[in-house]
C-alpha cells in the first residue's frame, strides 16, 4: 500500500493484514479510507475536515479498479464515509459519479447513517479564521476572501484557543507542515491493483467548490494493464493536467513511476502561475509493482506498507527544493 501523507498507517495498519491473508485491494483501500476518515484529529479528511467559507464541511471521495470501474461522490455534507459510498456508487447504480443532495439521498436509501462532520476543533479553526482575514489580498481572490490550503494554514496561522497552527490535535499527530487529502493504492497477493482518495478539499472553500479527489483522472487512476496513481494538494493544478491519468499513461507508455510522477509535476510547473501557496504530490505504482511519489514543494511524505510494516517517509524526490 502506498499512501500520502503521515496518516497513512493509520488506515494502511488497518487493512494491511486482510491484505497478507490474500484480501483483494479494493478491499484495502476503502478499509484504509474509511479509518482515516473517522479519525477526528486529521482535518483534511472526513470528520473533523476544516469546512469550507460558511463554515460547512463537504467531502469528496472515489475509488477506482479499472477504467470501466469506478465510483466517486462529491459535496457529502451529512455522512462520514465518502468512499464507502463511492464504492457503494460503482458496485450498485450504472453511474459513475453521485454529487450533493442525490449523492446523499442514495446514501440514505444504501443505509449509510447520518453523522455530523464539523468538529469543535474544526469550528474554532474557522472562526478565528473568519475573525481575522488581516494581510488578505481579497482582490487577488476576486472579493472573497481567499480558501487556503492545509498547507498555509499550518505554516502561517495561529487559531486562538487551539494552541498550534491549524487543528491542534492533528498539528501533534501529524507534524508535517502541513497535509491534505489522502490517497491509497494497492496492489494484493493476485497482483490487482486499486485505488481510493478521500478528502475534505480546501479549508475555507468557496461553497460548492470540488477539487482534483473525486475526480476520475484527476485525484485518482488506476488501470490494471498499466499502473495507478493518486494526487494530494491544490485541486486546481492537479485537474489542469488531469494529473493521475497523465502518470498511469506515461506509466502505459513505459515511463517508470518516478519519471511518470516528474513529468506530471514539471507540467505543473510549466502550465501554470504558482502561487507560494500552490503545493502537489502524486504517488505512482505500476503494474510490476514498482513505485514513487514526488512533490513540487517540500513537506510531503507518502506512507510505504508491505511485510515489513509501514514507514513514512520523504517523497521519491522534490521538484522545487
Ligand atoms: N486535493 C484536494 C482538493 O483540492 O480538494
Known amino acids: 500500500m502506498l499512501t500520502t501523507w503521515s496518516f497513512g498507517p493509520t488506515g494502511n495498519d488497518a487493512a494491511f493484514p486482510a491484505l497478507m491473508r490474500g484480501g483483494d485491494a479494493l478491499d484495502g483501500v476503502v478499509h484504509a ?9 486529521i482535518d483534511s479528511v472526513g470528520v473533523g475536515g476544516l469546512p469550507d467559507y460558511d463554515g460547512r464541511v463537504s467531502l469528496d471521495a472515489c475509488v477506482m479498479t479499472d477504467p470501466n470501474r469506478a465510483g466517486a461522490v462529491a459535496f457529502i455534507r451529512h455522512y462520514a464515509n465518502p468512499t464507502q459510498i463511492a464504492r457503494r456508487v460503482m458496485e450498485k447504480t450504472i453511474h459513475v459519479t453521485l454529487v450533493g443532495d442525490g449523492a446523499e439521498d442514495f446514501a440514505g436509501r444504501e443505509g449509510f447513517a447520518r453523522a455530523e462532520l464539523l468538529t469543535q476543533d474544526a469550528r474554532r479553526v474557522w472562526e478565528a479564521w473568519r475573525n481575522d482575514p488581516s494581510g488578505i489580498d481579497r482582490d487577488k481572490y476576486k472579493g472573497w476572501i481567499p480558501p487556503r490550503n492545509v498547507e498555509e494554514l499550518r505554516g502561517s496561522f495561529v487559531a486562538p484557543g487551539a494552541g498550534a497552527p491549524g487543528n491542534a490535535a492533528s498539528a501533534k499527530r501529524f507534524p508535517e507542515p502541513h497535509h491534505d ?13 486499486a485505488g481510493a482518495c478521500s478528502t475534505s478539499g480546501m479549508a475555507f472553500k468557496v461553497p460548492g467548490r470540488v477539487g482534483d479527489s473525486p ?16 494526487a494530494t494538494g491544490t485541486g486546481e493544478i492537479i485537474t489542469g493536467v488531469c494529473g493521475s491519468f497523465l502518470i498511469v499513461e506515461l506509466m502505459r ?18 502550465r501554470f502561475t504558482l502561487l507560494e501557496d500552490h503545493q502537489t504530490a502524486f504517488c505512482a505504482l505500476d503494474r510490476h509493482g514498482r513505485w ?23 517523497p521519491t524526490f522534490v521538484l522545487l527544493p
Open 253 to 270: 507508455r513505459g515511463a517508470p513511476p518516478v519519471d511518470a510522477v516528474r513529468e506530471t509535476l514539471e507540467r505543473v510547473r510549466k
Open 292 to 314: 514513487a511519489s514526488g512533490a513540487l514543494r517540500p513537506g510531503f511524505r507518502h506512507t510505504i506498507t508491505d511485510d515489513a510494516g509501514s514507514r513514512v517517509e520523504d
Open 181 to 193: 487529502t489522502v490517497g491509497i493504492l494497492a496492489m494484493d497477493s493476485r497482483g490487482r491493483l
Open 33 to 41: 479510507a474509511t479509518v482515516i476518515e473517522a479519525d477526528p484529529t
Open 215 to 230: 475526480i476520475i483522472g484527476q485525484g485518482l487512476y488506476v488501470d490494471q494493464e498499466a499502473g495507478a496513481a493518486c
